[in-house]
């Protein structure tokens, strides 16, 4: 264990609890989208990193306000109010996606709560409806609690990459569709047209020019954790920029260059923290300069530590 208390995540001792959880959130996910009144970029419909899990943040409810946390210290969902009436459920190994999805909107019936959601898991392998899956039932509380550790310096990170940039810039959020971290600057200039073909959630993800950076924790693609970033409209050339630390490269698969860094390679450096905001500096700096971006949009030196 380094300084920074990292611990290893490979994907293959906890994939299961991974799918699991993931398809957990987006139950959770999707009640925050059906109660929440929109905000620009999806950011009305993500979890906030918290001292011990992910919570949904204060939901609008007529007696005020209300909040679902994932627990992942103590291992319990919670269900906190702004009046006093709370409860949840322990997370516990052998719980299915239909238990769950049962359980969740148990506790939220207790305050009279009832959400319309669509019932069945986005853009993921598993495409059973969420009250009727029993496929998946795996919760491995010490590996969930590792995946959260990593979540908590990732989130520190980007949070004081925040701070070098004084325009528009998201908060670090989990967006639970694909379950990675996240975070975003924009140019403040509207994003090129997108083609017919394009989703009406990217349409409104990517409305504005942005440069994006995010944690995810592998999936049948990438068979390992890594930290991305990338720019949209992606500047011709970028590519062809210095990334940092050593092991940072260019991922061209999609036809626009992703810069990534694998978790594990980040593990084996003597300043994790140094090395993963020299990345996300460097993959900025790529294309700052080629897509025209104002240096007046850079944080004035004195405000950065």
Known sequence: MNKYNLP???????????ITLHLWMQIVGKIKLAVMPHQNHWWHITFKVSTNGLTTGPMPHPEGNFEIEFDFVNHHLHLNTSWGDDGGFRLVDGMSIATFHSRVFEVLESI???PKILGIPYDHPCDEPFAECETHNTYQ?????????VLVF?????SEFTNRFSGKVSPVQ????????AVARFSGKRGPEM????????RIAYSHETFSAGFWSGDQNVR??????YMYPAPEGM???ELKPEKAWWEMGSGSPMAMLMYDDLLKSENPKQDLLDFLQTSFDAGKDLAGWSDELLADPHFID
């Open 8 to 18: 290893e995540l490979p994907l293959e001792a906890w994939e299961q609890s991974q």
């Open 112 to 114: 009279e709560v009832k």
């Open 141 to 149: 509380s010490d590996w969930v609690n590792k995946f959260f550790q």
């Open 154 to 158: 990732t989130n520190n990170v980007f």
């Open 174 to 181: 989990l967006f639970w569709h694909h379950l990675d971290l």
């Open 195 to 202: 083609s017919e073909e394009a989703t009406i959630a990217d």
């Open 224 to 229: 390992g954790a890594a930290f991305y970033s």
């Open 239 to 241: 590519e062809k920029n």
